[in-house]
């Protein structure tokens, strides 16, 4: 009966210390499980983050309630249909991947790179920094969405890669300006494009009417003017 005491005793001591540890040093072991506190947002969570993840999901269509900074059921069900979409881990929680791919920080200097690793979506960026740097955001994220909405027209090519090098489709493919470094928010508007903000209304064509030396293209219907360009179908 006594050992069985000591036993009881011990147990309880080494969980009452291994509870105090992991208070003390919570943010420490948020690091070692591969992610910053200030980087994850969960059912029940609320804050400027949370706005920020209801806000991007709003724009693309995944997420259709307030902007109030509270993750509720629809913010958790949204999360989870945008891990769905980009094949990520489906569990409603907005950790340092769903945040990256959300273009919203991490709190780990290194995920700044990852973008890099998606060749569509560097590609992209290279595109709207040759095409559109200057331009409005608004505007660079319709000159990626152009891009996008042409895979899906069965005029043209059906990958990005196959879009952006056809013959005379675009000037900073043929300039060379496409092998410039794109900046973040050219990689920002790639990201938004791709994940369904499409600002130019389901284009297919844009160009500067100042510029444009093209009779055809004066053809086409104005859908919207976003700064310099005209988008077009």
């Not at 001591?13 to 499980?33: A, Q, R, Y």
């Not at 998606?118 to 992209?124: E, F, H």
């Not at 064509?205 to 179908?233: C, D, E, L, M, Q």
Request: with cysteine; aromatic share 10%; net charge positive.
């Amino acid at each position: 009966m006594r050992k069985r005491i000591l036993l009881l005793a011990a147990l309880v001591i080494s969980l009452s210390t291994l509870l105090g540890v992991s208070v003390t040093f919570k943010e420490e072991l948020f690091g070692l499980c591969g992610y910053s506190k200030m980087a994850l947002s969960r059912y029940g969570s609320t804050g400027q983050e949370v706005k920020d993840i209801q806000y991007k999901l709003a724009i693309w269509k995944y997420y259709g309630g307030k902007i109030d900074g509270i993750y509720g059921y629809k913010t958790y069900a949204a999360v989870r249909k945008f891990q769905v979409k980009n094949g990520l881990k489906v569990d409603g929680i907005a950790g340092p991947q769903t945040l990256a791919a959300l273009g919203l920080p991490t709190g780990q200097a290194q995920a700044a790179s990852a973008q890099t690793g998606n060749k569509d979506l560097n590609l992209l960026a290279h595109l709207v920094h040759g095409e559109a740097r200057g331009e409005p955001y608004t505007g660079q994220v319709a000159v990626a969405a152009v891009v996008l909405n042409r895979t899906r027209d069965s005029r043209f090519p059906k990958t990005i890669a196959g879009v952006i090098y056809q013959p005379g489709a675009f000037d900073a493919v043929a300039d060379g300006q496409i092998n410039l470094a794109p900046d973040a928010a050219a990689y920002k508007a790639a990201s938004d494009a791709l994940n369904g903000w499409d600002p130019s209304g389901g284009s297919i064509y844009y160009y500067n009417p100042v510029t444009a030396t093209s009779k055809w293209i004066w053809t086409r219907t104005i859908v919207k003017v976003i700064g310099k360009h005209n988008f077009a179908i």
